[in-house]
């Protein structure tokens, strides 16, 4: 895709560490000593190209790279929704296709957000979103990616990620910073 260019920091894999296979989500393990190239290092999470493929790398194993894992997320104690919700959004804005350089909320992929109250002071989040493209491998990868980075969130008891295909996705829902970034502005 012209627009943008990837980097091609080098790195040696300083342990075993289990990556996913891109496009096709495959979970495989990367052996220590593994040679490659980090090929973009977006919202904590790393894609990298080994012999020929790409995988995804999690930023809790950010130090198998040599790299520091993302900080943990803070919420002040009198947090209220607007805060919570804020926060969310944020949170979004960390998940990245591991082929694209842009967030999935930039890409137009998240179509809802609801936070409901639960037990004492625990919230549940609801997430609606799409893929680029229906059959794509990394649909799974990605909504584990929301819903993880989501339950990282002090209060955040469970985030129900649902995929939906309707409306379908399409190049005009992408935010005018992202059709500038892929060229298509």
Known sequence: MSGFSLSSEPFTLQRDCEAIMV????QVSLPAGQIGYITQALGGSFTVYVEGNLFRIAGRDAD???KEPPA???LPDDAGDDDVERVVW???RTCFDPEIPINVVELGLVYDVSIEHGESDSRKVYVKMTLTAPGCGMGDILVDDVRDKLELIPTIAEADVDLVFD???NQSMMSDAAK???GML
């Open 23 to 26: 496009p096709v989500g495959e």
């Open 64 to 66: 198998a790279l040599g």
């Open 72 to 74: 943990p997320i803070e």
């Open 90 to 92: 944020d949170q979004l």
């Open 167 to 169: 409306p379908p996705w």
């Open 180 to 182: 500038l970034e892929t």
